[in-house]
Structure formats: structure tokens, C-alpha cells
């Protein structure tokens, strides 16, 4: 580890640790302060490391794409499913084995911008978080950042709420004001295994955008942020996929996602549609 990115972490952690001392409310704060501390720090040394041409953090060997494809014993075309994580910092590419799923990659994010929490508006230079869905008609094969891919933002649900923005992209390089960067290495990997997908006969597939990974434990150190109502919404789709391994169908209705498994078999190819439950239908 170089000393710049040694000398960063030091002062992430000093940074932490002098505002949990001057916070007035101590019960939880320690555990929030960290993981707050974490995630920068990360995002600083992946920045850090592009900037001095060294491999991100759990960059995989991208020389050796057909032994990791039949490591996991999945080929080029068949059907994928993308999972982002922003404290993380990564990006899972699962592909379709069978009727299931299974984890392919994890991609390291060398860039993404603000916070965690939703994007509202236009210029806010926030990443998105949320259920999406990309089409063909939404590559651009010849992005200003390489290569790159639209995730659909706003969705329907996001317009329910008066959300705007544009051009979201999933690209390459490493810049970001809304974006997820991925350096053109990964991007151009992601990219071949998007086209043979849908070259292959998937009409679109779902990328889905997490604040964090939503396990109770993330859930419990976030529970005081005004996002966590939101954030108990996601993780309905975030469970269901962990439990099925099959990317759910999502629906929303009345300022809520609605989400119920994928069916046995299914590539996730439905978009997001205004269907209501009974319970939720009459509130």
C-alpha cells in the first residue's frame, strides 16, 4: 500500500473518530461514524489508485474473462442480472445457470457521486438508488467514457415522486456526476457479456441500486437516516432476490415498489409497472 493511500486511511479514521466525540447523540453513532468512515475511505483509495494506474481493489483479471466464465460454469450469452452497492463500492454481475442465478463478478465502482439516499433532481449530482431496467435501444457504444449503458432513470416510481434527471449511466473511466464509473478495463468486460445476453435473446435486464448491502446489521446502523422508510422498501427486493435467486417482478404502487418473486425459470425481463396489492390499492 503506497503511503498516500496509508496516509488516508489514517486521516479517515481521525475524521471519524473526532466526530463521534462531538456528536450529541453517542447511542449508535460509533458504529454509523465507521461505516460512514469506511465507505470514504474507499471511495479515496479507489480514486486514489485509478489516478496512479494501479488495479481497484477486487478488480478481477480481466485477461482471463473465458477460465472465470467456465469457473462458474456459465457461458457468453446467457442471461445477466446486475446488483450496485454504493458504500460497497462494487457491482455484481450475476448470470443465469439453469433456472437460477449465480454471482459471476464483482466489480469494483471506481467512481460514484453524493451520498446515500435517492437522486431527486436534475443537477443534484446524486446516484441513483432503486429498481431499473436496460434495453438495447439504451448502450452507447460510443460514450464520451468508453462504453456505457443507461439504467433507466426515472423510472415510473421515481416520476411518482416528481424525481427528474437524465442519462444515468453505468461507463467507463473514472468520473462520475450521477454515474457509476467503472474504468474502461471493467466496463468494456461488462459490456461483452451485456451484448451476448441480449445477442442471445434477453430483451432487457434488471440493474438494481442499493444504498449499502441490506443486511440487518447495515439496516440497524442506518435505522436513524431520514431514507430508512425507503430503504426497508428496497431491501423487500433485495431479499427477495437472495431468497429465490431470480430477479423479482417489481411493480409500484402509491408512493411504494411491490415486489414478488420472479417466477421459476424467469430472466427478469418484465418493466416496472403501476400494479397495486389489496392492501396497499386501498391506502
Given at each position: ?238 431479499d427477495a432476490f437472495n431468497l429465490h435467486r431470480t430477479p423479482p417482478e417489481i411493480s409500484h404502487c402509491n408512493g411504494h415498489y411491490v415486489v414478488r418473486p420472479g417466477k421459476p425459470g424467469s430472466s427478469g425481463e418484465r418493466r416496472l409497472q403501476k400494479k397495486c396489492l389489496p392492501e396497499l390499492a386501498a391506502n
Open positions: 500500500m503506497s503511503p498516500t493511500i496509508k496516509s488516508l486511511i489514517l486521516s479517515a479514521i481521525v475524521v471519524a473518530g473526532f466526530a463521534f466525540l462531538v456528536s450529541g447523540n453517542r447511542q449508535g453513532s460509533l458504529a454509523l461514524y465507521v461505516s460512514n468512515a469506511k465507505m470514504d475511505m474507499l471511495r479515496k483509495e479507489q480514486r486514489l489508485r485509478y489516478d496512479y494506474r494501479l488495479p481497484l481493489r477486487g478488480a478481477p483479471r480481466f485477461d482471463k474473462l473465458p477460465e472465470r466464465l467456465a469457473g462458474k460454469d456459465v457461458t457468453l450469452g446467457s442471461a445477466i442480472f446486475i446488483r450496485i452497492f454504493k458504500a460497497e463500492s462494487e457491482l455484481e454481475l450475476w448470470m443465469k445457470k439453469g433456472r437460477q442465478f449465480v454471482l459471476f463478478q464483482t466489480y469494483p465502482i471506481c467512481r460514484w457521486s453524493g451520498f446515500l439516499g435517492p437522486k431527486l433532481k436534475e443537477g443534484d449530482r446524486q446516484s441513483p438508488e432503486g429498481f431499473y431496467s436496460v434495453s438495447r435501444r439504451q448502450l452507447n457504444p460510443n460514450s464520451r467514457w468508453h462504453r456505457s449503458f443507461n439504467i433507466g432513470y426515472p423510472n415510473k416510481f421515481d416520476k411518482s415522486f416528481k424525481r427528474t434527471g437524465s442519462l444515468i449511466m453505468v461507463h467507463g473511466g473514472c468520473g462520475s456526476i450521477g454515474c457509476f464509473a467503472m474504468t474502461n478495463e471493467a466496463i468494456t468486460e461488462i459490456w461483452k457479456i451485456v451484448n451476448a445476453a441480449l445477442d442471445n435473446g434477453q430483451k432487457r435486464y434488471q440493474v438494481h441500486t442499493f444504498p449499502f448491502r441490506m443486511n440487518e446489521n447495515n439496516m440497524a446502523i442506518h435505522s436513524g437516516d431520514r431514507w430508512h422508510g425507503f430503504w426497508l422498501n428496497l431491501k423487500t427486493g433485495y
